[in-house]
């Protein structure tokens, strides 16, 4: 009995740091939702640990343990497979952010460039005095 109130108890501090998490703003809604459905599991196997002695003779394997264990691998494989692939995402962003900040550099430095060319241009002023079409000797 002791094992499941552990498990209850475990369970709920467990959707209580994921609920702070999120209302803190430092675990996003759309992995709070696993941990959640995660902590609702452990919850419903703390209270009737039944289920977990007929999924046990339901899947043929010897103690209940290492069903709770296989499942726990199969949870932890799934997670990581996620991570990974958001992971993979999210350097995929970061690369064409970066490419296309340097185009905009490049671009910058090249405006910055006429800019400069036109500023030199503006104040040595003009060389000829004399208006376009006019002659200067006459």
Not at 26 to 47: D, N, P, Q, S, T
Not at 84 to 112: F, M, T, V
């Amino acid at each position: 009995m002791t094992i499941a109130i552990t498990g209850v108890v475990l369970a709920t501090v467990m959707l209580i740091v994921v609920f702070a998490l999120l209302l803190s703003r430092r675990l996003r809604e759309k992995y709070a939702a696993l941990w959640i459905v995660i902590a609702f599991a452990m919850l419903i196997l703390g209270l009737f640990p039944q289920l977990l002695l007929g999924l046990t003779s339901l899947l043929g394997v010897v103690l209940p343990a290492n069903l709770l264990f296989a499942m726990a691998i199969l949870l932890l494989l799934g997670v990581a497979l996620h991570l990974s692939w958001e992971l993979s995402q999210a350097e995929d962003e970061i690369r064409r952010a970066a490419e296309e900040i340097a185009i905009l550099r490049a671009d910058h430095n090249e405006l910055s460039a006429r800019v400069a060319e036109i500023g030199d241009g503006i104040s040595r002023g003009p060389e000829d005095e004399s208006l376009p079409g006019e002659d200067k000797h006459g």
